[in-house]
Nanobody
């Protein structure tokens, strides 16, 4: 049984930083690419960042590029999202997700992922 357990998040002021973590169990973590999504109240879930299984390729939403960094530690079955220069528009529930094997959906499409973390609230005050 695949489990994704998230940690981190909280309430910060604009300009500050947070780090989210997601630990995966029940699957060979190093085989899978991982993503982060977020969902603000009343809005659809949106893509934030993606990292491939080897960490060679990372992809970001334009809205977070240059401020957020996705990384992974395959020895610890963990993926991180370092969020710097946070803005009030970054306020949302953040989710990590495991990409399906052989998915033909694009990495920005939530349908490309078949396991999700429980979500963690990030609130940025102005």
């Amino acid at each position: 049984q695949v489990q994704l357990v998230q940690s981190g998040g909280g309430l910060v002021q604009a300009g500050e930083s947070l780090r989210l973590s997601c630990t995966v169990s029940g699957v060979q973590f190093s085989y899978y690419s991982m993503g982060w999504f977020r969902q603000a109240p009343g809005q659809e879930r949106e893509f934030v960042a993606h990292i491939d299984w080897s960490s060679e390729t990372t992809t970001y939403a334009d809205s977070v590029k240059g401020r957020f960094t996705i990384s992974r530690d395959n020895a610890k079955n963990t993926v991180h999202l370092q969020m710097n220069s946070l803005e009030p528009n970054d306020t949302a529930v953040y989710y990590c997700a495991k990409q399906r094997s052989g998915s033909y959906y694009g990495i920005r499409d939530s349908s490309a992922y078949n396991s999700w973390g429980q979500g963690t609230q990030v609130t940025v005050s102005s």
